[in-house]
C-alpha cells in the first residue's frame, strides 16, 4: 500500500519557523506532481504549494515569499519551509500526490495522514 508519511508540525510563536516533511513509501515507479494542502478549523481544504519532478513549483497567494516548496527526487520526498509564520497558517497540513505511478497497478492517488501545526500570536 502506497503512503505519504509527514512530518515536522507542531506549535510555533507568530514570526517563526518551521519545516514540514513528507516521503513516499511503497512499490512505486514515479511521481510527478507532489503538493501541500491545508485545512483549517472550519474552512475547506486548500492548496498552499506544489512541485513537479522536474522541479517547477507553484503558490498559493496568501504564502508566496513566506513559504518555500522542495523535494528530493531520490528520496522521493518532498519539505516545506515555512517561514514568517502567522496565526492564520494554523491548520493540518497535507501531503498529496494527483498521481502516482505504482508498479504492476497503474496510477493512484495518495494523501498523507495530515501534520497539525499552530502558530499562537
Known amino acids: 500500500q502506497e503512503q505519504l508519511v509527514e512530518s515536522g508540525g507542531g506549535l510555533v510563536q507568530a514570526g517563526g519557523s518551521l519545516r514540514l516533511s513528507c516521503t513516499a513509501h511503497?512499490?512505486?515507479?514515479?511521481?510527478?506532481?507532489m503538493d501541500w494542502y491545508r485545512q483549517a478549523p472550519g474552512k475547506q481544504r486548500e492548496l498552499v504549494a506544489s512541485?513537479?519532478?522536474?522541479?517547477?513549483?507553484n503558490y498559493a497567494d496568501s504564502v508566496k515569499g513566506r513559504f518555500t516548496i522542495s523535494r528530493d527526487n531520490a528520496k522521493i520526498t518532498v519539505h516545506l519551509q515555512m517561514n514568517s509564520l502567522k496565526p492564520e497558517d494554523t491548520a493540518v497540513y497535507y501531503c498529496?500526490?494527483?498521481?502516482?505511478?505504482?508498479?504492476?497497478?497503474?496510477?493512484?492517488?495518495?494523501w498523507g495522514q495530515g501534520t497539525l501545526v499552530t502558530v499562537s500570536s
Open positions: 512541485i513537479t519532478s522536474g522541479g517547477v513549483a
Open positions: 498529496h500526490a494527483p498521481i502516482v505511478r505504482v508498479r504492476y497497478r497503474g496510477d493512484v492517488e495518495v
Open positions: 511503497g512499490n512505486i515507479v514515479s511521481i510527478n506532481v
